[in-house]
Nanobody, 126 residues
Framework: QVQLVESGGGLVQAGGSLRLSCVASGRSFEIANMGWFRQAPGKEREFVAAIMRNAGLTAYADSVKGRFTISRDNAKNTVYLQMNTLKPEDTAVYYC???????????????????WGQGTQVTVSS
């Protein structure tokens, strides 16, 4: 079992920044690829970013490329999502998730991630 707890969400004006954190406990964090997804009201959950277990490779949705950065600190069992130049359309509940099979290439479908956090709300006002 893996437990994930996200934090760092909040209300921010357009153009602002937020840094999300996701702390993992349970099975070995360092062997898992990690992903961030988001779900806006009335929409399906969508891929945001992912990072390989050794932090050597990352992947981003086109909608966030150049604005968001995923990173991880295996010593702290934590994955981060730095979000800059936020837009109102970034408003959503953000979830972190684990791909414990550490597959390559990085997965972008939510059904390929096994464990999920409870989510953290990000609201961007215009």
């Amino acid at each position: 079992q893996v437990q994930l707890v996200e934090s760092g969400g909040g209300l921010v004006q357009a153009g602002g920044s937020l840094r999300l954190s996701c702390v993992a406990s349970g099975r070995s964090f360092e062997i898992a690829n990690m992903g961030w997804f988001r779900q806006a009201p009335g929409k399906e959950r969508e891929f945001v970013a992912a990072i390989m277990r050794n932090a050597g490779l990352t992947a981003y949705a086109d909608s966030v490329k150049g604005r968001f950065t995923i990173s991880r600190d295996n010593a702290k069992n934590t994955v981060y999502l730095q979000m800059n130049t936020l837009k109102p359309e970034d408003t959503a509940v953000y979830y972190c998730a684990t791909d414990t099979h550490s597959r390559y290439p990085l997965r972008r479908r939510d059904n390929e991630y096994e464990y999920w956090g409870q989510g953290t709300q990000v609201t961007v006002s215009s």
